[in-house]
């Protein structure tokens, strides 16, 4: 398992990894639900910066999938994933109690009867509890809030062995994130809201998961890291890094 997670390391840092993800679905399968006349003008406004059919093409989802959606915030990629699955699959969101304007968001969404396939539970920050085995984790620019105690103190370790228990062998762990510059301490990811892709790739790999793939999709070389993620100047248009994790079917 090491042995293996250090030569994914390797291939990401020699640009090859994207032989590894071959034959992967393509991002214009998901157009048609960036199209939906239902979804918010927020969301809509925010697809060009956020490339929701790049991300769902990466993570793999597909219809009847089970995913857990952790921190969906009012449920910007919720209501996509919903659709992507069909009514064969299911969502399981799980919300930090702590963030009442999410939860209200959420529970909007779930309480309005057009999502019949989605439920979200608000609960301790960094809990992992879904009723049924997963095929993918999904965590979209909120890994890095669990390293921040004002949120809830949360064992990142633990956090990720449970995410790993939660999927069923051969199931996809996603994370996306902001980068952030080298050596950046908790202090640091609390006033800037990034993460080293570094430090995600350790951590989970430690927990047992293999790196399969990385996204590059949202790169962004303009953004060189210092700024806080909501500073005017780069909202919208940080460097953002996409990791697909795969828990070993063995």
Request: hydrophobic fraction near 40%.
């Amino acid at each position: 398992m090491r042995c293996t997670s250090l030569a994914v390391l390797l291939i990401i840092a020699t640009g090859s990894i994207g032989a590894l993800a071959a034959g992967g679905p393509s991002p214009s399968q998901y157009t048609r639900l960036l199209a939906d006349k239902e979804r918010p003008a927020d969301d809509v406004a925010a697809d060009a910066n956020r490339k929701p059919a790049e991300t769902l093409a990466f993570a793999g989802v597909k219809r009847g999938m089970v995913v857990g959606e952790f921190f969906p915030g009012g449920g910007y990629f919720t209501r996509l994933l919903s659709k992507a699955v069909g009514p064969g699959g299911h969502i399981y969101g799980i919300e930090n109690a702590g963030w009442k304007g999410a939860v209200e968001a959420d529970q909007k969404l779930t309480s309005s009867g057009k999502f019949g396939n989605v439920s979200i539970d608000a609960l301790t920050f960094g809990a992992v509890r879904f009723p049924e085995p997963l095929d993918l984790a999904w965590v979209t620019q909120n890994y890095h809030d669990l390293k921040i105690a004002k949120f809830g103190v949360v064992d990142t370790d633990k956090f990720n062995r449970a995410v790993f228990a939660a999927l069923k062998p051969g199931g996809t762990y996603f994370i996306l994130d902001h980068e952030a510059p080298p050596g950046t301490d908790a202090a640091g990811i609390e006033k800037l809201h990034r993460i080293e892709k570094a430090q995600v790739i350790r951590e989970v790999t430690a927990a047992g998961f293999q790196l399969v793939e990385e996204g590059k999709f949202l790169n962004r070389p303009s953004d060189d890291h210092s700024l806080p993620i909501f500073d005017k100047a780069v909202q919208g248009q940080t460097d953002q890094y996409a990791l697909k994790f795969i828990k070993p079917k063995k």
